[in-house]
């Protein structure tokens, strides 16, 4: 496989960015209010993850957007981020480039402070919360408080 790129997020990659995150929203079954994909922040992703306690970062393959994810704070804490919308386009999953978007956030986190990193997913994405797992995160029992993705029914924590 050819090698991709893992970047921040620049404005003009917003439009590409958001048009994966829909398709695979849609091809997951997470349309509408109650799942990330139908988050306000989609359509200008490089708008809503400013320094210094969130980022959003794009992976490119031969100059083209394949995928994305990033990290925020959950709920305004300053304790627990939460990793958001790391979505990846279907023909380059399973090539390492969600793991390494993946550890770039939590590397991130790190960096900003965070002590726990929370995500919420669905179950029926077995290949993400696989990857998640092997990077330290466990389910949990319920959601955190102040969790905004009510459609999800897979909540995880990984302590940082």
């Given at each position: 496989m050819t090698s991709f790129h893992i970047q921040p997020i620049l404005?003009?990659?917003?439009?590409?960015?958001?048009?994966?995150?829909?398709?695979?929203?849609?091809?997951?079954?997470?349309?509408?209010?109650?799942?990330g994909p139908g988050d306000a922040e989609v359509t200008q992703m490089s708008h809503h993850y400013p320094l210094p306690h969130s980022?959003?970062?794009?992976?490119?393959?031969q100059g083209r957007v394949v995928g994305g994810g990033g990290i925020a704070p959950f709920a305004g804490s300053r304790?627990?981020?939460?990793?958001?919308?790391?979505?990846?386009?279907?023909?380059?999953?399973?090539?390492?480039?969600?793991?390494?978007?993946?550890?770039?956030?939590?590397?991130?986190?790190?960096?900003?402070?965070?002590r726990y990193c929370y995500l919420d997913t669905l179950q029926s994405m077995q290949a993400a919360i696989?990857?998640?797992q092997s990077l330290g995160f466990r389910k949990l029992d319920h959601p955190l408080e102040g969790v905004v993705h009510?459609?999800?029914?897979v909540?995880?924590?990984?302590r940082l």
């Open positions: 404005p003009e990659q917003d439009e590409d960015m958001a048009n994966i995150i829909l398709a695979v929203g849609r091809e997951f079954g997470a349309v509408g209010e109650g799942f980022r959003y970062y794009t992976a490119t393959l304790e627990t981020c939460e990793l958001r919308k790391l979505f990846l386009l279907p023909e380059v999953r399973g090539k390492g480039i969600g793991r390494a978007l993946a550890e770039t956030c939590l590397r991130f986190a790190r960096q900003a402070g965070y696989g990857l998640y009510h459609g999800c029914d909540w995880m924590l990984k």
